[in-house]
């Protein structure tokens, strides 16, 4: 399978701890995206990193990008209750966006 | 709001019936992309169409089908209905372009009874 895979599949952490989130691929990429869940809706593109950056910030996120491992990670600092959803990363190799199986991510306020 | 507009939001049919999907992208999206969530399977690829093409296939089966017609709009068309099938189909659009995110529907929800 093409599909990533992320670790842990379920998180759960007080309000204002950090949540962090990792995704390994298995195929050449070039960007890895990640998407944000909220139960039942449509996913919500966070942040994208290119195969040639290692790291990105955007807000309370932070993302890491290791080619040579193909993994990633997703840092939410200061987690709020808001954020409570399903982070799902996605690579994107030409123009092929294949999902991972996703982290269920509760925060408890 | 993603732009993209999926139809209907929920059905509910029979084993062996033939339902059609419907998905309008954002404007001037050229891409659109169809998947399939169900909770012991996750987001599965099905099929990927740009500017009226068919891209990419994935984890489609042959008794689905799918086609984006000359306004961009896409129909998912599943036939010979059964139980697993049940599950949340999403379309998804992007430019087209390497680095543009995809911008979600918020699915049809088929229910096979």
């Known amino acids: 399978s093409q599909q990533g895979e992320e670790d842990p599949q379920a998180l759960s952490i007080q309000e204002g701890e950090n949540a962090t989130m990792n995704c390994s691929y298995k195929?050449?990429?070039?960007?890895l995206q990640w998407y944000r869940q909220n139960s039942g809706r449509g996913l919500v593109h966070l942040i994208l990193?290119?195969?040639?950056?290692r790291e990105k910030h955007s807000g309370r996120l932070r993302v890491t990008l290791d080619t040579s491992k193909k993994s990633s990670s997703l840092l939410i600092t200061a987690s709020r209750a808001a954020d409570t959803a399903s982070y799902f990363c996605?690579?994107?190799?030409?123009?092929?966006?294949?999902f991972g199986t996703g982290t269920s991510l509760t925060v408890i306020p | 709001d993603s732009g993209v507009t999926q139809t209907p939001k929920h059905l509910i049919t029979a084993t062996g019936q033939r339902v059609t999907l419907r998905c309008s992208p954002r404007?001037?999206?050229?891409?659109v992309y169809w998947y399939q969530q169900s909770l012991d399977q996750g987001l599965q690829f099905l099929i990927q169409?740009?500017?009226?093409?068919?891209?990419a296939k994935g984890n489609i089966l042959e008794r689905f089908s799918a086609q984006q017609f000359p306004d961009l709009h896409s129909e998912l068309n599943l036939s010979s209905l059964e139980l697993g099938d049940s599950a949340l189909y999403f379309c998804?659009?992007?430019?087209?372009?390497?680095?543009?995110?995809?911008?979600f529907g918020n699915g049809t929800r088929l229910t096979v009874t």
């Open positions: 998804a659009s992007s430019g087209g372009q390497g680095g543009s995110p995809l911008h």
């Open positions: 195929t050449s990429i070039n960007n």
């Open positions: 990193i290119r195969s040639n950056e």
């Open positions: 996605a690579t994107d190799a030409y123009l092929q966006f294949y």
């Open positions: 404007s001037g999206d050229l891409s």
């Open positions: 169409y740009y500017n009226g093409e068919e891209r």
